[in-house]
């Protein structure tokens, strides 16, 4: 039945352009439409794909494919990891709490993780939950200094100058035994110049020097309580203790803070206004 078929349909081509050809009508352009209708593949879709939204659907396949890993090993390091990269890409930065987290608690030993999660927290405005997860990683870490410096100006902006001074004397308190278990783990003179500054803030001077003349007795090579103190006499007017002082933190500073240093040992210039006069 199908052989029948198509010869017949080549015996009504082939009556048709006979026909054609006795009244004297061209057939070569009627078989190149033909020919071109039957080689031609159907038309591309040519729509254009928009580059963003097509690095979105990678994004996402990218995410799906961590997820996956994730369910088969939920502490998998890097895979947390590029979950938290490709979902803060994909702008939800409220879903990189939960891996953040998971990174935090099963490696306690790498304290950036929870250091990250204090920064979202704080990014998403939750201050208070930001506080805590530093204050977590201070106490397992004492001598983990980025966590204290993190800390304490939130407190402070927070108008909280108790807490911080409170958290800087508890890393204090620990750093005796943090030190016995790991020599040095603990910088004590940069601790101690910390809460000088924090003194200095709130013009508690007494305090301010005491804390900075305590950070030079654990370590006389370190030009921060140097420099800490010599701002304080400086406030207080004593300028050639100031000056032997500020002296004293060049010579020990690190090439790369050497200028800082020299640019706070220079006072401020005084402004002399003149008394406008009547001509």
């Known amino acids: 039945m199908a052989q029948r078929t198509a010869r017949q349909w080549i015996i009504n081509i082939v009556l048709i352009i006979i026909t054609l050809s006795f009244l004297g009508i061209s057939i070569a352009p009627l078989l190149g439409g033909i020919i071109a209708a039957i080689s031609s593949p159907p038309e591309a879709n040519t729509a254009k794909v ?13 995410l799906r494919g961590y997820e996956a890993v994730l369910k088969r090993e939920p502490k998998n390091q890097t895979a947390l990891i590029e979950v938290v990269n490709l979902r803060t890409q994909l702008g939800d930065l409220k879903a990189t709490l939960e891996p953040l987290q998971t990174l935090a ?13 204090a920064r979202t927290h704080l990014e998403l405005g939750d201050r208070n939950q930001s506080k805590a997860e530093l204050k977590k990683i201070l106490s397992t870490n004492p001598g983990f200094l980025m966590a204290l410096e993190r800390l304490i100006p939130l407190e402070l902006e927070d ?16 750093a005796a035994t943090a030190n016995k278990i790991q020599p040095n783990s603990v910088d004590v003179a ?3 110049w910390i809460l000088g500054e924090v003194y200095r803030e ?33 406030a ?17 500073a690190p090439p790369e803070f050497k200028d800082r240093v020299k640019s706070i040992a220079q006072p401020a210039p005084t402004v002399t206004v003149e008394p406008i006069t009547e001509p």
């Open 50 to 62: 928009d580059p963003a939204q097509q690095r979105i659907n990678e994004l996402k396949e990218q």
């Open 105 to 117: 608690d099963s490696y306690p030993d790498q304290p950036q993780f929870r250091m990250a999660l």
């Open 159 to 174: 108008k909280r100058p108790e807490a911080a001074i409170g958290v800087i004397k508890e890393v204090l308190d620990s």
């Open 190 to 192: 940069t601790v101690q």
């Open 202 to 234: 709130q013009k508690r001077y007494e305090e301010a020097i005491a804390a900075y003349e305590a950070g030079i007795k654990a370590d006389d090579k370190n030009f921060r309580p140097y420099l800490g103190k010599a701002q304080v006499l400086q």
């Open 236 to 252: 207080q007017e004593n300028t050639a203790e100031a000056t032997a002082l500020f002296t004293k933190a060049t010579e020990l």
